[in-house]
Each structure stands twice: as C-alpha cells, then as structure tokens.
C-alpha cells in the first residue's frame, strides 16, 4: 500500500479522500464476475456500462430523460456502502462502469456540475493505475497511484477545480517505480441533480 497519497512536493487536492481496502478481494472478484456478466457499450475506446441514467457522450451530460431504472441489488448495496462512509449527503443513484486495457485511458476532465451532486467516487478493481490531476486556474498538476480495492472520493476543489484522467499508457511510474497496466475495471458513483 502507498504510504503517502502523493509523492513529496507534490500539490494534493483538498476535497480528495482515498479510503484503500473499501473492499476485499473476494467482494473485488464477486463484483467482477457480476460486471463481465452485464453488457458491454463499446461506443468508446474503451468499454462501458452505464447504470441509473446513461451518460450522453455526444452532448456531455445527463438528463433525467434518460433514466434506465433503479441500480440493480448487486449495485445498489455497494452504492449503499460508499453512502454509509458519509461521503455523500443522498444515495448515489448513476453508475458508470469503466473497463481499462492496458493501454487505454480516459481524458482530463471534470464530471459535469450541473449534472451531478458534490461528490463523485470511484471504485477501482483489477489493476493499480495513476491518475493525474491539474487544477484549471493555477495550472498545478499532481497524480496519485489507485489501487485496487480502494475508493476515490473527489468533492469541493478536487470535484469542481482540478480535472481528472488517466494517461493511456501500458506502464505507469510512481514514485520512481514502473508499474505495469493490467486491465483495471472501475465503478463511479454520482448522485444525479433535480
Ligand atoms: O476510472 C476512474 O477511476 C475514473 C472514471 C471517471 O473519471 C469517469 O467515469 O468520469
């Protein structure tokens, strides 16, 4: 596990909370059992699975015209689990299934604020992986190594001011190390806005 979430000197997000083991490994494979058992979207370069509301990618948003129906159980008790961590004030109730190759990444960005709620968290399974972050205004960057099993939980600056993405590369380097890329398989939980 890494010892610190950011390597010395480099800038950390305030709003950015990193909970690792947020699940074992048997819940890990459980879930992704559950996950290759669902549909794949293969719209993208990468696969996806959208549960809730699904992602419109052309147009960049949600809307609640395009409600799909409550998270299944299988979902909606890990939904329930980061809710009871207290990151968010209402049940999480969008979903989107993220599936990395080695290789594959997924642009800088900033999960839309009109859209969705203060909080926005991300599961990861599989492979470890680095995410960069750069803030829109002062233009500091910094990354973090996510593990699998961990939770990433963004709300205030490191929600609405920092961009997030992952490179699309086969090795990371972190603190010095090369880390190869397996496939990493992640879970976003967003809680969307009236
Ligand atoms: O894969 C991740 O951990 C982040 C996914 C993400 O940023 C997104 O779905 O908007």
Request: charged share 20%.
């Amino acid at each position: 596990m890494q010892t610190s979430l950011f390597p010395t000197e480099r800038p950390e997000p305030s709003g950015l909370a990193y909970l690792p083991d947020f699940i074992d490994r048997a819940e890990e494979a459980l879930l992704l059992r559950t996950i290759d058992s669902q549909p794949w979207l293969s719209t993208l370069k990468r696969r996806v699975q959208h549960y809730g509301y699904a992602y419109d990618y052309s147009a960049k948003e949600i809307t609640r015209a395009l409600y799909l129906g409550p998270l299944p159980d299988w979902l909606s008790a890990s939904a329930a689990a980061v809710h009871r961590k207290g990151l968010f004030a209402q049940m999480p109730d969008q979903v989107i299934v993220n599936e990395y190759r080695p290789g594959q990444g997924i642009a800088p960005h900033i999960d839309r604020a009109p859209c969705f709620a203060e909080t926005v968290a991300s599961l990861s399974l599989g492979s470890p992986c680095v995410m960069d972050f750069a803030h829109g205004e002062t233009a500091q960057t910094t990354s973090m190594l996510l593990e699998p099993c961990s939770l990433l939980a963004l709300s205030g600056d490191a929600r609405y001011l920092w961009t997030h993405a992952i490179a699309p590369r086969k090795t990371d380097t972190f603190d010095g190390a090369a880390i190869p890329r397996r496939r990493r398989v992640s879970l976003t939980f967003r809680k969307m806005l009236p």
